[in-house]
DNA sequence: TTTTAGCACTCAACACTATCGAGTGCTAAC
DNA sequence: GTTAGCACTCGATAGTGTTGAGTGCTAAAA
């Protein structure tokens, strides 16, 4: 069988009205929204057809139509004119955006509560990470005697810190011996070459001034690792609470977003070249806690390069047509701000 | 009427039958946790006197009986024995609080996981914050030829960092008017004399390197706020959704513990020179959204002076007898962790 | 005076039934 | 191909009866 424009037509305001109020949709109830001078049975034979199709679903013989994943899917990709956001809007986030610091984790936590806030769903993302990074910089800020500040630039601007307590004072010539090791080892290598295996060596090599330096250095180490590591952020968690699909199996779906491998699991799996957002739609999904939820998320870029991702989980009635653009816009944004923060 | 040693057994053990199921409590079923060889009825006419004295409640005539927020009081003050941690379990919670790297928020982010954990209810905590820090350090850190770090001890041990982008270079030259600026003026005074106004005032002086120079100080002011402003950290707060008492309002609740003021100003009210966790009970409370909810929680100290505080929010029949020694100890041992983090 | 057995009473929970109404599929006429 | 009409379906809602855990009260026993 194939889409007539009517059958479009009669899909698209299903659909639409299914994500405005969350109950089926009957043939009656349809006529008013939909601009077509046919009668409700006429709409009732249509419908079947889409069933038929399978972009349709009916809860029970005597109830109205919802959409099946298919509906939505169909609906995403030919059917849906994208919400076109307003300069002010724009605007508004753009500021709200730039209001922060700069850095990755501020700029996101911002980001989420944006999208928390527009879309009434969850907001997901993650700091950027890389595994190829190199590193740029590395400095020893004293801050006691025998404390200090160790502080990692990357190539992706990405930029670590730890304080560090140690046994023996952290004299100016362990500071000197410090950056002659860090600029001769590791200044311009790839971050994941610091490993516990080199600095035992390093160490071997170090004589007396090894018990004092190996401290530092494992702190290296770790900030390496850490510049590997995405951190998962979540806002607005709360907001799923709002919709009756999750009234049974919050906590289901809650759990299951605080675990950060599998999510980053799903962002980087997701091939997508377009720049537009991927967007995932229930059943379409791998985890079966995703399975009646719908994923919008965008993989943002630093310096041209897709890093992390941020997007917006919510029931699969969400409002793609407002969120699509959003999300795409936000990721935009943000990405301009912390490529800037990644520049020198 | 008075309490009689039998009605603090009957008391007793309501309290902790009603902790464990959640159910209203029936005089026949308290038999065989009652340690007394009397019949139901006996129990019945003692409930009865309870409820009479304000201990117990009834949710309706043919229900048995659930503690009254007096009822926990008294439970809490007179009746409950506290549960006696372990060495070993003392133990774990050293182990898992000290992996930290000591920075108070990391500290204070474990300490909520081991609550949540352990309580299987939602931790609360906020970070340290001093609105009377001296400034003990400022360094700045060259990242770029536009971008350096600024970073600000305090007193506390409370370490800031910002990451700055300036328009003009940051010579050595600027670096050198910067570090004479904040020894000048700054070092040893407290973080809240750092003021807008105050910089406006020391531009003036500076000639033509007030345009180098003013950004730099304006992120001073900006982390001398930020030392007296703390965060309000949250975890477990999806356990909240598994009980009963929160099905229909846990939305409510949890907006609710995102507000940082009400929270702060709960902290900061409550009195407690004893050490001991403070036990806020149900309706003893101010804010209507914790009515039906118990806090405990203790503030830590730094250097021997109450900084932050962390505890744990749950349904009035959470388990005081485990969490009350449980949070204090936390709290001694973070106090612990933090103010060998502030030490130099 | 305190305790207890006994009994009538209460009320949430549950199952069952009837009714309502939004929505359907089908058919025959347009 | 479209539509009016009609019988049908089934969730939701309300009303009814039953059950059972639990109560308060009373009068007798301790």
Not at 29 to 51: P, Q, Y
Not at 73 to 80: C, D, S, T
Not at 145 to 168: N, Q
Not at 286 to 291: G, P, S
């Amino acid at each position: 069988m194939e889409m007539t424009e009517r059958k479009n037509k009669i899909l698209a305001a299903v659909v639409e009205r299914y994500i405005q109020t969350g109950e089926p949709v009957g043939s009656k109830n349809l006529l008013d929204s939909l601009g077509l001078s046919v009668s409700s049975a006429t709409v009732r034979n249509e419908m079947a057809d889409l069933i038929d199709m399978g972009y349709l679903e009916q809860p029970h013989t005597s109830a109205g139509r919802i959409p099946s994943t298919a509906g939505y899917r169909y609906y995403v990709e030919n059917l849906m004119t994208a919400y076109d956001m307003s300069p002010t809007e724009k605007k508004l986030i753009d500021i709200k955006l730039h209001e922060t610091t700069g850095e990755p984790h501020a700029v996101l936590e911002r980001a989420g509560n944006i999208i928390a806030d527009i879309s009434k769903c969850a907001a997901i993302s993650t700091t950027p990470a890389d595994s190829e990074a190199v590193i740029k910089r590395i400095e020893l800020v004293p801050i006691g005697t025998h404390t200090a500040m160790v502080v990692m630039l990357t190539s992706f601007g990405i930029l670590k810190t730890r304080v560090i307590r140690t046994d023996s004072e952290i004299t100016l010539d362990i500071a000197e011996t410090f950056y002659n090791i860090v600029k001769a080892n590791f200044i311009g290598k790839p971050a994941c070459d610091i490993t516990i295996a080199r600095i035992q060596t390093l160490a071997l090599s170090l004589g007396e001034k090894a018990l004092a330096m190996t401290p530092l250095l494992v702190v290296l180490s770790d900030l390496s690792k850490m510049t590997e590591k995405t951190e998962l952020l979540l806002e607005g968690q709360t907001n799923l609470l709002g919709y009756k699909e999750y009234e049974t199996n919050a906590f289901e779906l809650m759990e299951f977003l605080r675990r950060s491998e599998p999510l980053n699991r799903i962002f980087t799996l997701e091939k997508n070249e377009t720049g537009a957002p991927s967007v995932l739609i229930g059943k379409e999904q791998l985890y079966r806690e995703l399975q009646n939820s719908t994923l919008i998320f965008s993989r943002y870029s630093i310096g041209g390069r897709q890093s992390g991702a941020l997007g917006v989980v919510g029931p699969t009635r969400i409002d793609y047509a407002r969120l699509i653009p959003c999300i795409r816009y936000i990721s935009d944004v943000v990405g301009i701000i912390l490529s800037d923060n990644a520049e020198d």
